[in-house]
């Protein structure tokens, strides 16, 4: 599915951005894309977005961190609905 090679690809791109040299552009870059495709998995209302956009306020590892576990969660999510 298109989605859910988007949401694999940001999540392979966040966890290459964390892993190299923290590049704060790269990291706005990320989180505008992946609150985007989280929104579009779940919606823009689900808790899932409500939660990246709070625990990625400030660019950081950690939160970025957080920002791949939710990008993951959601995917997994988009896969259950998507079954039934």
Request: overall charge negative; glycine content about 8%.
């Amino acid at each position: 599915m298109l989605f859910d090679n988007k949401i694999d690809e940001l999540i392979k791109t966040g966890w290459d951005a964390f892993e190299s040299d923290f590049d704060t552009v790269a990291f706005l870059n990320w989180k505008k894309q992946s609150r985007n495709w989280i929104a579009v998995l779940v919606g823009p209302e689900h808790a899932y977005t409500s939660y990246f956009e709070d625990y990625i306020k400030k660019v950081e590892l950690m939160n970025g961190f957080a920002g791949g576990g939710i990008l993951t969660a959601a995917k997994e999510h988009g896969e259950a609905f998507s079954a039934t």
